[in-house]
Nanobody
Framework: EVQLVESGGGLVQAGGSLRLPCAAPGCTFDAYAIGWFRQAPGKDREGAPRIGNGGASTYYADSVKGRFTTSRDNVKNTVYLQMNSMKPEDTAVYYC????????????????WGQGTLVTVSS
């Protein structure tokens, strides 16, 4: 089964950028679509970009559209979340999730989840 490891979290100033890798070592990585989610303290989990196994299908939540992009490197078994023009409301724990069907990546129990990485945006 695929295992996911997020990294790259930290403190960034408003207006700045950050890139989060989601690595999946030792698996048939190109069989999986990957989705990004985030959860701020006291708030529900929110979906961010999703990317298909070949990188061809990408969906964006309205709250991050135009600022966040996702890409994948199937040689390195890694998906990246590039976050630009960051806002304090982007502060959250960011998770990546995997499924063989991009339509099944909905933030539920059936996806495979990473452990999350904390991103804090200061004003």
């Amino acid at each position: 089964e695929v295992q996911l490891v997020e990294s790259g979290g930290g403190l960034v100033q408003a207006g700045g950028s950050l890139r989060l890798p989601c690595a999946a070592p030792g698996c048939t990585f190109d069989a999986y679509a990957i989705g990004w989610f985030r959860q701020a303290p006291g708030k529900d989990r929110e979906g961010a970009p999703r990317i298909g196994n070949g990188g061809a299908s990408t969906y964006y939540a309205d709250s991050v559209k135009g600022r966040f992009t996702t890409s994948r490197d199937n040689v390195k078994n890694t998906v990246y979340l590039q976050m630009n023009s960051m806002k304090p409301e982007d502060t959250a724990v960011y998770y990546c999730a995997a499924d063989t069907d991009i339509r099944a990546i909905v933030g539920g129990k059936d996806e495979v989840w990473g452990q999350g990485t904390l991103v804090t945006v200061s004003s």
